[in-house]
């Protein structure tokens, strides 16, 4: 019989994630804090669950799809938790980004109670969530991976579905995945505003480079948007600045030097502080426009 899936956290990410769990024929019982999206669920297929300990109760695979790194800590091993009422051999997939000591000490006491914790973080943003083509950047058992690999495969590329290692190597990979990311957004925005200060079209500007060896999924999607001014959120600036704090204590930790990075997360934390959180983290776009002396008009059109 196939395993009932527990699914914790419905936001922009978890809700379509979870329905693509129920459109590959999984059982799925869901949990949230807000009722709104556990309703969405509960109308597609899904069961309803009052608290992460009934879904424990009522699953041996559990998805969690949080903020942060408090939110999983609570979730898992609060009050009512997740791990307190656990099943033998429940494996625990926890695909928020957070931080890695974080992720590889809940998989030390997930151990200690007889279960598997896996780390999981995924990209794609809302666009991968919902067709169901995320990539997924795993930590943790190998067996416990093979195990849970048809229903990751539900939620991401099944090429994009990597073991990246021991626990702690997905944060690890999603650490480095926002480095890139931000380091792209940001030179892709310097180079549509050098474009129009110099008199070119920006849009021409991005259609040759994708061409070419500057080409990427940044350029591709984001610079869509900036050129368009379309920042509706399909990840929020605010919790791109989360992950970008996680990345900077990541690289402390390990003595790592990155000064493109340390340049890239003051201005996102200059996307925050315009109050600006609430947007896609495209906007990261604006605040080079602004240092430019430009604005998005400008920025957009010749």
Known sequence: MTNTIGFIGLGLMGRPMAKNLLKAGFPVVVHSRSQAPVDDLVSSGALRASSPGEVARRATRIITMLPDSPDVELVVDGPDGVFASMQPDTIVIDMSTIAPATAQRLAVRAASLGAVMLDAPVSG??????????????????????AVRPLLNAMGNPERVIRIGDSGAGQICKACNQMV??????????????????????????????????????????????LNGNYKPGFRAGLYAKDYRIVSA??????????????????????????RAEEDYSTLAKIVFELSGLDRAEATST
């Open 181 to 226: 990311i931000g380091g792209t957004l940001a030179v892709v925005s310097e180079a549509f505003a050098l474009a129009r200060k110099a008199g070119v079209d920006p849009a021409a500007v991005r259609s040759a480079l994708l061409g070419g060896f500057a080409a990427s999924r940044v350029l591709e999607v984001h610079g869509e948007r900036i």
């Open 250 to 275: 990541t690289l402390a930790a390990h003595h790592s030097a990155a000064p493109v990075s340390a340049v890239v997360q003051q201005l996102v934390e200059a996307v925050v502080a315009a109050g």
């Open 125 to 146: 943003g809302e666009i991968g969530a919902i067709s169901g083509t995320l990539s997924i950047m795993v930590g943790g058992d190998e067996a416990a991976f093979s």
